[in-house]
């Protein structure tokens, strides 16, 4: 592949995911209720991580298909494109809720017994 064709699909690739960023960031700042379907933005880095870039192919979905309503994904698709796209975002949105789910690790804590109590 030409250099400028790569830079270019680069520069578009980078572009996507800063207006899926814009559209996630947008809706859990506003808190619509759309972001509730994603289920809870977890604590621990990795898992955020993990979560964030899920929820990134959620916000294209939307932002692509122009779904304002409640459900994360909104109505049906319709055409074929749409159909692959939405079967990508749901599957998105399956590990975006299950990523919610998962334990947090715990770290161990040290109990130390009172001196001279003992239950």
């Known amino acids: 592949m ?3 064709m790569r830079r270019a699909l680069t520069e578009r690739r980078e572009l996507v995911e800063a207006r899926a960023d814009a559209v996630l960031d947008r ?3 506003e808190g619509e209720s759309w972001v509730v379907g994603l289920g ?3 604590s621990d880095p990795k898992q955020l991580a993990a979560w964030r870039r899920s929820a ?3 916000a294209a979905y939307r932002d ?3 779904v304002g309503a409640d459900p994360a994904l909104g109505a ?3 055409s074929t494109s749409q159909k692959r796209d939405r079967a990508a975002a749901e599957a998105a949105l399956k590990s975006t809720q299950s990523a919610a789910r998962r334990p947090r690790p715990e770290v161990p804590v ?3 017994e009172a001196r001279g ?3």
Do not use: K, M, S, T
């Open 64 to 66: 692509r298909y122009q």
């Open 40 to 42: 809870a933005v977890p």
């Open 117 to 119: 109590l003992r239950f």
């Open 27 to 29: 809706g859990i700042n």
């Open 76 to 78: 049906a698709a319709e």
């Open 2 to 4: 030409a250099d400028d």
């Open 110 to 112: 040290r109990q130390r």
């Open 56 to 58: 990134r192919v959620v």
